[in-house]
């Protein structure tokens, strides 16, 4: 199969319910960011030391990565636009904000009280990992308008919402298992 279809040359697309919307579609606004974030977290994969103890760290944002790509397929199956075949083939379960909340604990209990607020940066994988939490939080900001008018699920929006807490609190792990010095934010005004 080719990478090019040409369906999309006139500036549309089609969502898993089979309708067609321009490609600046709100909800295309929305996947396209699950994409970048998904890819920033690739960048960061590649970025982290290859030592074992950060294995549960690479398994987990692999898992997180496949978990976008499901997230990405709820989104594109609008609830109020799908048939119920079309939205249980794609819905979106509570499993994975479960995880989230777990690995946030365990991360967070071997971690330094954080007081202040503190700069992106740090180890190479720690910067790529804040680009990564941005870009949820840009694709939660798409998708809440999304959810307003029922086309998602509040699994989708809590998943966003839990992801990005998760990402950061990794770069603190990750700054910490590599001692990699985190900047504190000074008020320079």
């Known amino acids: 199969m080719p990478i090019y279809t040409k369906t999309g040359d006139k500036g549309e697309t089609s969502l898993f319910s089979g309708q067609r919307v321009p ?22 994969l590649s970025l982290l030391p290859k ?24 989104v594109a199956t609008p609830r ?12 979106f379960g509570h499993d994975g904000i479960e995880k989230l909340e777990k690995w946030i604990d365990e991360m967070d209990a071997t971690l330094p009280k954080l007081t202040t607020f503190i700069l992106p940066g740090g180890h ?19 998708a809440i308008p999304l959810h307003h008018h029922a086309a998602v699920s509040d699994n989708v929006i809590i998943y966003l919402n839990r992801l990005s807490d ?6 603190r792990l990750v700054n910490h298992l590599t001692d ?7 008020h320079k005004g």
């Open 23 to 44: 490609k600046d579609d709100s909800f295309m606004h929305a996947l396209g960011t699950l994409d970048e974030c998904s890819s920033a977290i690739g960048l960061a």
């Open 51 to 74: 030592e074992d103890r950060l294995g549960d760290t690479r398994e987990r944002l692999v898992s997180i990565q496949h978990a976008l790509f499901d997230l990405g397929a709820a």
């Open 80 to 91: 109020n636009r799908s048939s119920e075949k079309q939205i249980n083939k794609t819905r």
């Open 124 to 142: 190479p994988s720690s910067a790529a990992l804040h680009l990564a939490r941005n870009m949820c939080r840009r694709a939660e900001r798409h």
């Open 166 to 171: 998760y990402l950061f609190v990794l770069t």
């Open 180 to 186: 990699s010095p985190e900047t504190i934010w000074e």
